[in-house]
Each structure stands twice: as C-alpha cells, then as structure tokens.
C-alpha cells in the first residue's frame, strides 16, 4: 500500500525556519517525482515545489522562490523541503504526494500528484 507521511510542522515566528520531512512507503520512492503542496483556510491547494525522481530537476512556486529549498536521499525514501525567512502568508498545511507514473515529471500542479499524506501543520505568527 503506497503511503507518505510527513512530518516537521510546527509554530515558528516570521523569519524562522522549518524543515519538513516526506517518507514513503509502500513503492519505490527513487523512481518517482515528489511534490510539496500546501492548503490556508479558505484556498485552494497549491503547489510549493517538486522534484523529479533524480533529484537533479527541481519546480517552486514564485512565491517561495530563494526561501524554501527541496531536496531527496534515494535510497531513504525521504524528501525534504527546508523553509527559511518564513512569512506569515506560508501558514497552511503542507501535503507531500507522487506522481502517477515513474520517472514522469509534470508541472508541479497538484491534479498531477496522488497519494497524498495527512498533512503537517506550519504555522507562521509572532
């Protein structure tokens, strides 16, 4: 059964940082692109950033662009995606999920993503 978990969230203050983790199991999670995406109260899910199953292409959402950093250890079925200079504008949950088919990399949309987690909580406030 494919499952992916994250975890990482918490309360931090406008200019801190986060890191959130991604584990997967359940499938082979180096053959697969992986996104971050996120959901505020009231918005529509959006994608914050993906990475193709090398690890060697990466997306972001203009929004989070030179702050937020995702990365991946093949091999340990984890992506990560580091936050820094945190906004209160970045408070939402943040999802991780896979693509439908190995070794695709589509835009990093979440229509394109499946498997979803539960989700982990970031929120941004002083």
């Known amino acids: 059964q494919v499952q992916l978990v994250e975890s990482g969230g918490g309360l931090v203050q406008p200019g801190g940082s986060l890191r959130l983790s991604c584990a997967g199991s359940?499938?082979?999670?180096?053959?697969?692109?992986i996104g971050w995406f996120r959901q505020a109260p009231g918005k529509q899910r959006e994608g914050v950033s993906c990475?193709?199953?090398?690890?060697?292409?990466?997306k972001y959402a203009d929004s989070v662009k030179g702050r937020f950093t995702i990365s991946r250890e093949n091999g340990k079925n984890t992506v990560t995606l580091q936050m820094n200079s945190l906004k209160p504008e970045d408070t939402a949950v943040y999802y991780c999920a896979k693509v439908r088919y190995r070794w695709s990399f589509p835009a990093c949309d979440p229509g394109e993503y499946y498997s979803w987690g539960q989700g982990t909580q970031v929120t941004v406030s002083s």
């Open positions: 990475i193709n199953d090398s690890g060697g292409s990466t």
């Open positions: 359940g499938f082979i999670m180096d053959y697969y692109a």
